[in-house]
């Protein structure tokens, strides 16, 4: 993290959380810094360690509420599901792109369930069902669509918004789609590997705390980490900005920040919508119009 943006979360926390402010103890003495305690919590979630460890090193007393220990609850990581340790285990759902951003998490589902279970709990599609997500028109293959889609692995649902890689892919389109959605699907994973190496909190495991309260230290830990991305962006190099904006200038595709979709009035609108993200026929019209434009890109 860079010292400005350190200092930014000071600033912030400083005028508006109450418990990161320095105030007088009971004999009229000026308490722990704001800097003090931002530095003593943001070690404790770099660290993975308790905040008891952080006192000589920072000459604390004691910060109660940073007293986080994590046992034997290590954190399933890649999109949903467990880690095959046969310990009971807490599942992340994320959304990831290529920059390492997480557009979506949602935390706190048993790692009992499977992929299908935790997206049947989980809110990932509730502000296009709910009409408050902004309208997306894009064409593939000359053809044009209106809903958002992800790449994921084989155990999903064939949806109109999630995109497969082809198991065993026959002929050279398959084979070139295949290989690019495997690549591109790689940054969910990628952005859990850079989020555990940035906190080293989810590597230990967590007996002594409720879900509620692991739920708060890795939304916290998500937060921090979009806040590195973002402030690093620029120093990124793994794309060209150039491809993306002529994308939006020759009309292939366009985000309507101004208006949501189709807003739902009553159930049977809901489950219309519903239907529309479950669609099995536009899934594979999608996907078969996204091997044809890989293939007319690269050999063409």
Known sequence: MNKPLFMRIVDRLYNEVRFF???????????????????????????????????????????????????NCPTAWTGQYSRGSGKPTIVLEAVASYDLWIWHAFFGPPSTLNDINVLDRSPIFDDIINGQAPQVTYSVNGREYH?????????????????????????????????????????????????????????????FWDKVKIGKIMRACIILHNM??????????????????QGEDNGSSHVDLTYSTDIPTNIANMMGVRTRISDRQMHQQLKADLVEHLWRKFWT
């Open 21 to 71: 402010q320095q105030r007088l103890d009971a004999l009229g003495r000026l308490g722990l810094s704001t800097l003090q305690k931002c530095t003593a919590a943001i070690r404790v979630l770099a660290y993975g360690t308790t905040a008891d460890t952080v006192d000589e090193y920072l000459r604390l007393g004691s910060i109660d509420c940073m007293h986080w220990e994590w046992k």
């Open 147 to 207: 809903l958002t889609y992800y790449l994921t692995d084989g155990i999903y649902p064939k949806w109109a918004t999630f995109i497969q890689s082809i198991s065993i892919p026959q002929g050279p389109k398959a084979v070139l789609f295949s290989q690019h959605q495997e690549v591109v699907r790689k940054d969910v994973e990628r952005a859990f590997g850079v989020l555990q190496a940035r906190f080293s909190i989810f590597k230990n495991p967590a007996f």
């Open 228 to 245: 590195i991305v973002e402030d690093e962006r620029d120093g990124y190099t793994q794309y060209d900005v150039l491809e993306f904006q």
